[in-house]
């Protein structure tokens, strides 16, 4: 069945995977993003541009009806805690948690005219495991996880609602922490599958949930990993990573991504 989908963050990463796979999948999909002229420009795709914190999502350009809606913003803000101000939070919070809020509230009339219309978020493996450093994007993320299952019993028995928890995938929100070969190597081998994510495995994901998963609401796929002991000089390798800078020894084994 042909749906129409709002990818929000297409342009890039896993939201363009999705959108490439949703128009193989002859889906017709609308764009949104800060940069919508990067997006894949095809029959079936119309974009607009929006910054999800810089307001409402503009509803009236939507359709009146939609089948799903995908939220792919967020980022990856690794700092020591006692580093952390207020308003770094604030903006982890608004990319990743009120940017959804108000593109669920702008696309809701059309998704409940949808036919068993789903909605997929974006949390992170950081959420469950407890990394350090990971404060910010673990908290934006949480509270993600968190609206997504309030949402999904809000909204059922229409609208399924569930979130993927992406492990370390290689897209430009994570190429500074896979930018050599021998850090690309150590993030695979941290991994059980001695894999870094691929951004088309999370789309598939996501078109999974959004075409397949009919009995699947309020759920987190997630990429499971190893998470051991880990000391502060391997937080300090994963923070050094992060900030681009060299450190000379590779990620501790236990590590297993954002
Ligand atoms: N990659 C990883 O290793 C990883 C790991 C765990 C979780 N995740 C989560 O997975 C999701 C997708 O990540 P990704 O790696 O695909 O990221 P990405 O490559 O940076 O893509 C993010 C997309 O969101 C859009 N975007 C960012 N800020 C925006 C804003 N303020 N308003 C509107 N659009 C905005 C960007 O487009 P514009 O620049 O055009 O606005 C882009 O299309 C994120 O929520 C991320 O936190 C990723």
């Known amino acids: 069945m042909t749906k129409t989908l709002l990818i929000v963050g297409g342009s890039s990463g896993i939201g363009a995977a999705t959108l490439d796979l949703a128009l193989l999948r002859g889906h017709r999909v609308i764009h949104a993003s800060r940069h919508p002229e990067l997006a894949r420009v095809a029959p079936g795709?119309?974009?607009l541009e929006w910054d999800a914190c810089g307001g409402d999502f503009p509803a009236q350009s939507l359709p009146d009806v939609l089948d799903g809606l995908v939220y792919c913003p967020g980022g990856i803000r690794l700092k020591p805690f006692t580093r952390l101000s207020a308003a770094e939070l604030r903006e982890d919070l608004e990319v990743s948690l009120i940017g959804a809020v108000r593109a669920v509230q702008a696309a809701l009339p059309a998704l409940k005219r949808g036919q068993g219309a789903g909605i997929v978020l974006f949390s992170t493996v950081a959420v469950r495991l407890g990394m350090p450093f990971h404060a910010a994007v673990a908290s934006a993320k949480g509270a993600v996880e968190g609206l997504t299952r309030a949402l999904a019993a809000e909204l059922a028995p229409g609208i399924r609602v569930n979130a993927i928890a992406p492990t370390l995938t290689d897209t430009p929100l994570a190429a500074r922490l896979l930018s050599s070969e021998e850090r690309r190597q150590?993030?695979?081998?941290r991994h059980p599958l001695k894999r870094i994510g691929d951004?088309?495995?999370?789309?598939?994901?996501v078109l999974w949930l959004l075409d397949e998963a009919s009995m699947v609401t309020g759920h987190r796929p997630g990429w499971r990993?190893?998470?051991?002991?880990f000391g502060i000089r391997g937080a300090r390798v994963w923070q050094n990573a992060a900030a681009g800078r060299s450190h000379g020894i590779g990620l501790p084994a236990c590590l297993a991504g954002s």
């Open 45 to 47: 795709v119309t974009s």
């Open 186 to 189: 150590a993030a695979a081998e």
């Open 225 to 229: 990993l190893v998470w051991g002991a």
């Open 199 to 205: 951004p088309g495995d999370v789309a598939r994901t």
